[in-house]
Each structure stands twice: as C-alpha cells, then as structure tokens.
C-alpha cells in the first residue's frame, strides 16, 4: 500500500513538472526584431565574451549557447574558451547550419595577472606566451585582444600593452556584484584607447548577453564585426543605462532609441513563466522527496 | 534499475541549468544541461564502478549503483535551494549567490559522506573504517574526472590554482559585507 502512494506520488509530481516543461517551453519563443542600421551602419548586439560546457565551466553545451543567443536577441557571439577553441568552432559550424548568429572563434587566456579575451582568431593561442606577445599573436591571426574584466588586481598585467589593446571589457556582471567594481572598470578604460565592450562573461549563471556591446558593423560578418571593434565603433550600457563608447554613435542610438531599449531586456517572467516556475519546483520536490535513500527504504 | 537515480539526478541537473539560465523551464535548456553535466553522474559511476569492483558485493550492480545513487539527496535538494534562489532574484544580482553557493556547498558534501558510508556499510558489512576507505576512493575517482572536465584546459595552468585564491577571496567578501 505503501509503495503504491509512493508511485502516485512520483506520477503526479512528475506530472507537475512536464506541465512545467509544456508550459515553459511554448513561452520560450526568440525575439522577433528589425534589423538595426545607423550611420549607414548594421547595429550588431553582440556578447564577446562567453562559455560552453564543453571543458570551459559554462553550464550550456556551443550549440546550446547559439541557441540561447537568439532567444537573448543577439546578433552574434564569441564563443571563449578557456586556452581552447574547439567549442567555438563546433558553434561555428552549428550556428551556420541553422542560420543563427554570427558565431566568432574566441579564447579566454586567463593568465596571472591579467585574462584576455582573443576574439576573430583562427587557432588557439598559448598561454605561455607573454601578454605583448599574445596580443601580437591575436593581431597577427587577424582578431582583436579584449581586456577581461580588468579590475584593480589585473591592472599590473596589462601595464605593458595598455596601448595595444583593441577592447576592454567596461560592462561586466561584476559590476551588479562587487562595490566599486564599475569604477575601476572605468578608469582602466579611461586609460586606454581601446573599445567599449560589454560582456556578460556567461558561465550558466545571469544571462547571456546581461551586458552586451552594440556594434557598428559594416556587415554581420565576423570581419566586419572585428574591424568595427579595430575602429573603435562600438556602444556599451552599463547601470542604469549609463552609455560608454564612441560618441557620436551614443548619440545617434540615442536619438533613435532602440538600441537603448535592446541594451536592457525586459527579464520580468510573465504570469505563465510564473506559473512554470511554481509548477516545475513543486515537481521537483516531490521527485526529491520521493527519492530516499537507502536506509529509509 | 541502474538508471532509474541516475536519470533523476541529470534531470535536476538539466532542469536546474534551464531554471537558472532563462528563468525558464524547456525542453531546449533543459535538455541541453543534462548533457551538459552528464560528466558528473558518469563520474559518480565510474567511482562507484572501481570500490564496486575492489568489493564485489552479492547485490547486482545496477541495483547497487542505483542505491547508492541516493546518496545524492542533500545534494539534490541544495540544488533546488540554488534553483529557488536563482529564480527569485533577478538575473544581475545572480553573481550574490556565488559566496553562498561556496559555503553552502559544504553542507551536501559532508552529509552525502555519511550516507554513503552507512551505504558501502550495508552493501557489504564492511567496518565503518572501510565503508570510509571506500568512500574516499570513489570520491578520489569521481572527483578529479568531474574537475577536469568541466575545467577543462584551464585546470592544467596556474590559474587553477589561483581558483582558491579567488574562492577564498569571493567568501571573504561576502563574510565582510554581512558582519
């Protein structure tokens, strides 16, 4: 009789959680939206800076990170490694396959003291190298070199290459977590000539695509995506939508207005995200609870 | 039998990913976690697989394994905590939960040992002295294949091992902002 309640138990708490999945999953539709074309430029919603599951402590697998990158209405990413590029090419190749965004070959090279982020590469670079030689490595296989997340500890790092760096990362999620991190991320990049760059550095946690850089491309090629960040064509929103980047591009997104307005997502869950959400962690309460161990048995 | 612990502890996992993610539950993020952190029941197995082995219990593997599966269950439910506390606040405020992921992480890890020691005790009739030797070893299994997956190529540069040094600085932090 026991075991039988048991077994209803289960049936209904597993029930509970595919409505979940159901209702879940018929709200979970991409954006739909316009391109954008400003200046005679294509406006590209991009995050540089991102982690597959596939040995770089992401949570999604590359193919599941451009999946998501639509439904986070980007236009492109770089996948990002740690030491390694072979997730971002299987992204690459899966992006291509279902006309998704564009897809970059990054890597991370998170060094002491300092991590670069080498966007529009074509092979992995090594980490053994030093930080001028890295960059140099990064400009010679055609990409560009992205200070990551440069707080207070990395400045030491990057002292040697501030002029040589083609981005720096100014809108970070670190800086909803840490008290003073937006400052010090600003005044590196006040230090440099580099790009605005906002990245949400996703590892499964936030969103991706929490911060995100809009780039003036002339195409939405990975070139010309990497020769917009070469030339500084880039616009950021950071807290509370404080805009960072080339000055006359904040002020032609802001007389338009929808580039602000894509900066900031609307995450507030609808009433059947709600309801999703109450239906899917009853479910899986009961499948714990419903899941002794073996002494209880 | 075998799988029937083992699915369940993908499926948090996968459901987990999706939830923290999106805010969402789906097929898609769903789907794609559990294969995303596949590498950890499949560790869990493969640890179990080697005391299995050295023991060789009268119980059959599939039905041992699923019973020793359920030594997951602090974890499961700590991983629900960190689901509800994912959906609650807000996606830019989901770097707070790190220190307190850290600390708490500790608690499912010490009690999943317990449970599994009175497991391997059962399993075999081994002494508490073994069950605890055996438990080790497949945690000494489980463990290094489940890092070095999922950190991949980073784990074999210093950076690893400034991880703890960042770890430690992340709860220092948290600590210094709450006393």
Request: glycine share 10%.
């Amino acid at each position: 009789m026991a075991d039988e309640v048991d077994v209803m138990a289960m049936r209904f708490a597993g029930a509970l959680l595919a409505a979940s999945v159901i209702i879940g999953t018929a709200v979970d539709r991409a954006p739909v939206r316009e391109p954008i074309v400003l200046g005679g430029y294509r406006v590209i919603a991009a995050d540089f800076h991102t982690h597959s599951s596939t040995w770089s402590d992401g949570a999604l697998t590359p193919w599941g990170l451009v999946l998501e990158a639509q439904h986070q209405g980007l236009d492109a990413i770089a996948v990002t490694g740690h030491r390694q590029t072979q997730d971002a090419r299987w992204a690459r190749w899966f992006s291509e396959l279902i006309g998704g965004p564009t897809v970059l070959i990054g890597e991370e090279i998170p060094e002491i003291p300092h991590h670069v982020v080498a966007i529009g590469i074509t092979e992995t670079i090594a980490s053994s190298l030093d930080i001028a030689a890295q960059i140099a490595e990064i400009h010679r296989q055609g990409g560009v070199a992205i200070a990551a997340h440069p707080g207070e500890m990395f400045w030491t790092g990057f002292a040697p290459v501030m002029d040589r760096l083609d981005g720096t990362e100014i809108c970070h999620p670190a800086i909803y977590q840490y008290v003073g991190a937006e400052e010090m991320l600003e005044q590196f990049a006040s230090r440099t000539r580099a790009a605005a760059i906002g990245s949400s550095d996703f590892h499964g946690l936030g969103r991706l695509g929490l911060c995100r850089t809009f780039v003036f491309a002339r195409d939405t090629s990975a070139e010309a995506i990497v020769e917009a960040i070469r030339a500084r064509r880039t616009v950021v929103y950071g807290r509370e939508g404080k805009a960072y980047g080339d000055a006359e591009l904040i002020k032609l997104a802001e007389a338009d207005g929808r580039v602000p307005k894509a900066a900031r997502p609307d995450y507030s869950p609808s009433a059947w995200d709600r309801l999703s959400q109450l239906l899917g962690v009853a479910g899986l309460i009961g499948l714990i609870a419903g899941s002794r161990w073996p002494a209880a048995r | 039998m075998l799988a029937r612990r083992p699915l369940l502890l993908a499926l948090l996992l996968g459901c987990g990913i999706s939830f923290i993610a999106s805010g969402r539950l789906t097929l898609r993020l769903a789907a794609d976690g559990a294969l995303s952190f596949a590498f950890l029941p499949l560790s869990e197995l493969a640890g179990f697989a080697v005391v299995y082995g050295l023991r060789r219990p009268a119980t059959a593997f599939a039905d041992a394994a699923d019973r020793f599966f359920a030594g997951n269950t602090p974890w499961l439910w700590w991983l629900l905590a960190v689901i509800i506390a994912a959906i609650v606040l807000p996606p830019h405020r989901h770097g707070e939960l790190g220190a307190p992921l850290l600390i708490t992480f500790l608690i499912p890890t010490v009690l999943s040992v317990f449970i599994d020691v009175r497991f391997f005790r059962d399993l075999v009739g081994e002494s508490r002295g073994r069950a605890r030797i055996d438990v080790a070893l497949q945690r000494l299994v489980s463990w290094p294949a489940a890092f070095a997956y999922f950190l991949g190529m980073a784990s074999s540069s210093r950076t690893f091992f400034y991880l703890f040094v960042e770890i430690g600085d992340e709860i220092a932090a948290w600590l210094t902002k709450w006393t």
